[in-house]
């Protein structure tokens, strides 16, 4: 539901080979349309992971989720005596094209419950909203989501769920767009100055497409490796996962 095809963290964990715990984040419930999207969305991660009384050895982030990794790395830096480590598969600063991207995908998943009508109807929205001028990835996202709830909930009533279980359906898209706008409105880049970056083939992903936007500073990284994989399969990549192996085997603030 959150428009989702790619390897996951669960299929790179294997080859890892950790002697330490992997914990996963969890995008926390919220509506683009009224929640603040701001610092305070960190704090349920921050705060577990301080109420853990854990050392953080390293923090890894995939797509726009690198944002966040940068971001947390450099807060729990500053919590702990070492700073964490940063790892990050095709990271991505969100703007309005990867919000819309990401959109386009969750409706994609979505052909078997939603009509011909209502996913043209969702794409022109989007269109529309894509077509405002200097319309903020924020403001976007909650005009998406304003867009997708009735035609969503009203497809999966549809399609036989209950009430309550189309709604939670439905509000995980809100909480997708919620992620996606929070990580609009922070800096990754003075965190992702120390990490090693997992870069695929894929042209439209992470750094490749970065480097080709215009307006896009220049993207400073410690250490760059480069896969010819898709970037739908970077973390489900055998040879991937023994090169982070390798680089997580390294103490903080080393680079292989």
Known sequence: MTGRNEGGFADLAPGLKLDCDLWQ??????????????????????????ASGRTVRAVLGYCAGSVFAGVLAEKIGARQTTVPRVVLFDPELVDVPTVHLQFGRVVGNMTTVLTPEEIAELSGAAERLAGQPDVAPATFAAGLYAAFRPIG??????????????GELVQLVGSFMSYLATAAGLDPRPGWTGATVVTSASVTSGLNRMRTTPGVAPIEVADERRFEVEHRDLLRTPAIAEAVAGVLAGGPGEHA
């Open 153 to 166: 909930t009203t497809a999966l009533r549809r399609a036989g769920l209950d009430e309550d279980y189309a």
């Open 25 to 50: 984040t969890v995008a926390p419930v919220r509506d683009p349309e009224t929640d603040p999207l701001d610092d305070s969305y960190l704090e349920p991660w921050l705060s577990e992971v301080a």
